[in-house]
């Protein structure tokens, strides 16, 4: 890897880990070049690649200044940002849910009559797996059988690109997931809601069943608004 990409990652990680947080300026760039033993040139090149990605931008005479990961134009960093955590994150969550929501709703509705009886023996599977991690608090079990039976639907539209859309938020998917599933309430709320989606799929509800996806996807974001950034932004959080 050249340098300068290097030192773009590791700017990149000390942004996302909050030592720069967005609004705020990078130190000047002697001071960068100094720190990661390179050139000015070096740096210079560095910067290009964050604000190629829209990760910075550059006010003459003032300095290099973050934008909210909300503004980043390239996806990876943008999942990393959201993964790391509510404070430099939850905005991009909120988006991805968004993201989802689109997504998994018309999912559902195409799911409804294309599903096979085998979709629905292993919805019904995951489900009751999703019970028992609730009853036991465990909420690994939990998120994996809750993953697992939005993987089921999506399958079940008949539509082989839907899945693949999701491939690169798995990581973010498994920590959103936990964020929220480790509170039992949440919890409560999610098992609903998925005997809600199942129902409308077992009866071959279209419309039934985009309602029933859509609502899910509004306690969602619900959840992540009260149950964690809300808590993220506390003073002791």
């Known amino acids: ?73 390239a996806l990876e960093p943008m999942i990393r940002a959201a993964a790391a955590g509510p404070r430099t994150g939850g905005a991009v969550s909120e988006k991805l849910i968004e993201a989802r929501r689109m997504i998994e709703v018309g999912a559902a509705q195409l799911a409804a009559t294309r599903r096979s009886d085998d979709d629905l023996a292993q919805l019904d599977e995951l489900l009751e797996e999703m019970r028992t991690a609730a009853r036991a608090g465990d909420t690994e079990q939990f998120v994996e059988a809750d993953i697992a039976f939005h993987d089921v639907v999506m399958r079940a539209s008949g539509n082989a690109f839907v899945p693949l859309l999701f491939e690169p938020f798995g990581r973010l998917l498994v920590e959103g997931r936990r964020q929220t599933s480790a509170v039992p309430q949440i919890r409560t709320n999610a098992i609903q809601h998925h005997e809600a989606v199942l129902e409308a799929l077992r009866a071959a509800d279209p419309e039934k069943a985009r309602r029933a996806m859509d609502d899910h996807m509004a306690q969602t974001t619900d959840d992540l608004r009260t149950h964690v950034m809300r808590v993220a932004e506390q003073p002791d959080a």
């Open 1 to 73: 890897m050249p340098l300068s990409d290097d030192i773009a990652e590791r700017l990149l990680s000390a942004i996302i880990d909050g030592h720069y947080p967005p609004g705020t300026a990078l130190p000047p760039e002697a001071v960068l070049a100094e720190q990661h033993e390179a050139s000015r040139l070096t740096l210079r090149e560095a910067i290009k690649v964050l604000r190629a990605q829209n990760i910075v931008r550059i006010h003459r005479g003032r300095g290099t200044y973050v934008n909210t990961p909300d503004q980043w134009t």
